[in-house]
């Protein structure tokens, strides 16, 4: 099976840059996308294939993805950011694969 | 505005069955691959199923596959996935999503509960 490890929590003060990474043998040659999650609501694609954001989706977030790794940067980060990043790939073992999931918290 | 609605989710007993439905708005449902996406309570998003178009072709993750079946009606812009041999682990709130080139739409999702 194809597995996508991510830091189980991230800390931000506000305006200042998070970081959050993903990692998967050869994550690199697939195309990975990052999902936002609030407490109650449902996910929202934040970025897709690997840098592309979607209408309607601040500047501030940004992605790239090489190697092993997958990295979401939210630059300036606001107290609304707070919330729960998942990464996802696709592989032909496993098909469609998220990450474990990483806790942003804007201190 | 693009939509996805879930319902049918509900407490069920060990071994029973449910059918989840999903109605779609305000975008051309015939032309998407659609998916079925799970999480259980305080847990990540695990992918269940999706299917073509027309649907005729349906993949399953392994942990549902034999039990769980994913179909749709064009006609009715709806997605339904038919749930049998319910497990304890299959508790979670279950979202259908859009795909593109990722799972852009989510909708509100519907909460299984299976019970002992």
């Known amino acids: 099976s194809y597995d996508l490890t991510q830091p189980p929590s991230v800390s931000v003060s506000p305006g200042q840059t998070a970081s959050i990474t993903c990692s998967g043998d050869k994550l690199g040659d697939k195309h990975a996308c990052w999902y936002q999650q609030k407490p109650g609501q449902s996910p929202v694609l934040v970025i897709y294939?690997?840098?592309k954001r979607p209408s309607g989706i601040p500047e501030r977030f940004s992605g790239s993805n090489s190697g092993n790794t997958a990295t979401l940067t939210i630059s300036g980060t606001q107290a609304m950011d707070e919330a729960d990043y998942y990464c996802?790939?696709?592989?032909?073992?496993?098909?469609?694969?998220f990450g474990t999931g990483t806790k942003v918290t804007v201190l | 505005e693009v939509q996805l609605v879930e319902s049918g989710g509900g407490l069920v007993q060990r071994g029973g069955s449910l059918r989840l439905s999903c109605a779609a708005s305000?975008?051309?449902?015939?032309?998407?691959?659609m998916s079925w996406v799970r999480q259980a309570p305080g847990k990540g998003l695990e992918w269940v199923a999706n299917i073509k178009l027309d649907g005729s072709e349906k993949y399953y993750a392994d942990s549902v596959k034999g039990r769980f079946t994913i179909s749709r009606d064009n006609a009715k812009s709806s997605l339904y996935l038919q749930i049998n041999s319910l497990r304890a682990e299959d508790t979670a709130v279950y979202y259908c999503?859009?795909?593109?080139?990722?799972?852009?739409?989510w909708g509100q999702g519907t909460m299984v509960t299976v019970s002992s």
């Open positions: 294939q690997d840098t």
């Open positions: 305000k975008f051309t449902f015939s032309s998407h691959w």
């Open positions: 996802q790939a696709w592989d032909s073992s496993t098909a469609y694969v």
């Open positions: 999503a859009r795909q593109t080139e990722a799972f852009d739409i």
